[in-house]
């Protein structure tokens, strides 16, 4: 058994590849694990949702020896942008020269200014055999209870913050993302 340190993320962007662990898909770790990972959200405003009393129960189904690893990422996300840059685009242009200059401002300020970030909360789970995948398929109805929503990532969803923790900056994927 390897000890890994708090916060370490080699083993999280040092991987060789993905195989199915039952029906979710699987990251092959460094050191030839299967990760498994999902997302976790809840509406905050309802007042069924209780994410501490959520981890207790994740953490006390856990048997000695299993990995789960809690990972609460800043996420840039362009949608806010993006929405209202399409408001702004479908303003009617006014009929006398000139008066569109707090429309094309609005959308300048807008190209031009930091995105807004989200906090992501995804889970990352070392399979340790069939019993591990039979405790991470029932983490829905175990959330459930709690008004937390889980969200198995497939290999897509995986890549994302894997290249996230590795390159921050994803300049690439977020200009594409950005493009109206």
Known sequence: MTEETVGSTRT???????????????????????????????????????????????LSSIQPGWTLRLLQVFWPDPEPRIAFQRQVQEWKIPEIEGLNILQQGLILATQEYPLPFVRRTILEFVQPGEEGLAWWEGLTGLCAGFGICVSYLEQAGIEEPTRWVLNPNLEYSLNARMMP
């Open 12 to 58: 999280f962007v040092l991987a060789k590849g993905f195989t199915q662990a039952g029906n979710h898909a699987a990251l092959i770790g460094d050191d030839d694990s299967k990760r498994l990972f999902a997302e976790l959200f809840a509406d905050p405003d309802r007042p069924e949702v209780r994410p501490q009393e959520a981890y207790q129960a994740m």
